[in-house]
């Protein structure tokens, strides 16, 4: 059946976590479970080699497993992840750097269980905490594609190393039994066979919970608020329930739209991972899949913004302004650092594709900044992220391209004080004028986003297991020794 309704996390949950916690830091010297060898099942046609390609696009490998112009699947896609890089590995069926040595069952295993063939753990940044709900079936069509439908790159990629105690990959094996429910999917008898297919596709394959769902101390998914929206570095994946501060005042024909072409005029436009979704997955699936997911998401339970939605859906805010006509004379041809306010930046960076009241350009390829969700929002990581690192997106035949503004392109670098500037002008121009932007937020997303209490922590790990050693051996000694002044009897 369909994902149980969100549960509230109890003191139980936090006890749990904790435990968790201390398994992992002890588990490093475990070792990895042997993988179970069993031979590939049979069924090597094209119309099987087919079906698991298309399983494999709705599933999104390729966003993670190829690099941009690089070999399909090859791997070396750096996931910046809150606790450090994770380079993802080769899948192609080469038997030198790829996974051409691996059984079926072995395939499975790392698919649904996070487990290699050599027993090593992955890192859930992989989503098989959501690919364990795939059924059988479509595990062996995988399989089969890209044993059979993918060409082998013997190319060695890199070696995610992570600081300790994350470099610990046993420790996975705690946090699995905490927070790894490895159960298929089941149909909702209750639902319709679209609103069923719309949760296999969005839960098991599209994963949309990885990254639209808020994590807790741990990094796994907090089921309390599903969908309702989470950090993702410096991007925010939005709220995706039915709730207005959501989807909730979104059409189908709006989010079909979306997810199709990356833009959904007057609601909002895709950008940084969930652009790199729609180019490589979400745009290539059926009409009547497309369809299906949103049926199925306007079932979820509603749950507001955990920032508040005062004023209707973050679409609705806004109208066209300018501030032109008052910058004119301001300031004389030669005279220096006139760019100071948000209002001259925005008319020098921006409005010669936004337009100077914020319209955008007559085909929306360069978006309205009003009645658009990354303005009005009550969270502005998405404006921010926007200036910083850009949009490009090919989807439906269209290409939008927005260049960065970080000083990694070829357009002027803007200091973390004028994209404070700039977005603050835009909020209170078009969007949500109640939300403020700092230099120091601009800086946070400069370096990948706010940082989880489990990242802050990891310096501090280490002593404190030299502390809690020394403590053990201190009372070691303590008992030792009244055992020995202890006279015989």
């Keep these: 059946m369909m994902p149980s309704p969100p549960l509230p996390v109890s003191a139980t949950a936090f006890a749990k976590s904790a435990v968790a916690l201390l398994l992992g830091i002890l588990a490093w010297a475990a070792p990895g479970a042997a993988a179970s060898q069993t031979a590939p ?3 090597t046609d094209a119309a099987l080699i087919e079906r698991g390609r298309y399983l494999a696009i709705a599933a999104d490998c390729t966003a993670c497993h190829t690099v941009k112009g690089g070999k399909p699947f090859a791997g070396g896609y750096s996931v910046e992840s809150p606790l450090g890089t994770i380079y993802a590995t080769n899948i192609t069926p080469s038997k030198t750097a790829g996974i051409g040595n691996y059984t079926e069952r072995q395939f499975a295993r790392a698919l649904r269980e996070g487990i290699r063939a050599d027993g090593a ?13 795939m059924t059988d079936e479509d595990v062996h069509a995988l399989y089969v594609y890209f044993m059979h439908g993918v060409e082998p790159v013997d190319a060695e990629v890199a070696k995610t190393e992570l600081p300790f105690p994350f470099n610990v990959r046993a420790s996975m094996a705690a946090w699995n039994l905490l927070f790894l429910d490895n159960e298929r999917f089941r149909p909702d008898p209750a639902a319709s066979e679209q609103v069923n297919r719309g949760a296999y596709l969005a839960n098991a394959l599209a994963h949309c919970g990885t990254c639209h769902t808020p994590r807790n101390a741990l990094m796994a998914e907090r089921a309390d608020r599903f ?10 994946a939005p709220n995706i329930t039915p709730d207005a501060s959501g989807i909730g005042r979104w059409s189908d ?12 005029q007057g609601k909002g436009q895709a950008a940084g991972p969930m652009a790199e979704a729609v180019e490589n997955s979400f745009q290539h699936l059926r009409p009547e899949d497309l369809q299906a997911m949103v049926a199925y998401l306007h079932t979820v339970p509603p749950v ?3 920032g508040g ?11 066209p302004a300018s501030s032109e006509a008052e910058l004119r004379g301001s300031f004389g041809p030669n005279e220096r650092d006139s760019l100071k306010t948000g209002a001259a930046l925005y008319s020098a960076h921006c409005a010669s594709c936004h337009q100077p009241d914020g319209s ?6 360069y978006p309205s900044l009003f009645h658009n969700t990354a303005t009005g929002s009550p969270n502005p990581s998405n404006l921010v992220a926007v200036i910083l690192y850009g949009v490009e997106r090919e989807a439906s035949g269209q290409y939008a391209l927005m260049p960065r503004f970080d000083g990694k392109s070829y357009v002027s670098a803007l200091s973390d004080e004028q994209i404070a500037a700039i977005s603050n002008y835009v909020l209170a121009q078009y969007g949500n004028g109640d939300v403020k932007v700092s230099s120091r937020d601009v800086s946070t997303a400069r370096h990948g986003g706010p940082r989880p209490l489990l990242a802050k922590v990891q310096p501090f790990i280490v002593w404190g297991m030299i ?8 009372l070691a000694a303590v008992v030792l020794s009244r055992r020995r002044r202890r006279p015989a009897a």
């Design 41 to 43: 099942g049979p069924g």
């Design 121 to 133: 753990h992955l890192y859930p940044a992989m989503p098989y905490t959501a690919y364990t709900l």
């Design 227 to 236: 969908l309702s929206g989470a950090q993702l570095g410096a991007w925010y």
């Design 253 to 264: 024909a709006d989010l079909v739209r979306y997810l199709r072409t990356g833009h959904a």
């Design 304 to 306: 507001a913004d955990a």
């Design 309 to 319: 939605q005062a004023a209707g859906p973050a679409f609705s805010r806004g109208r």
């Design 360 to 365: 955008g350009s007559a085909n929306q390829r």
């Design 467 to 474: 502390a809690a050693l020394l403590v053990i051996a201190a």
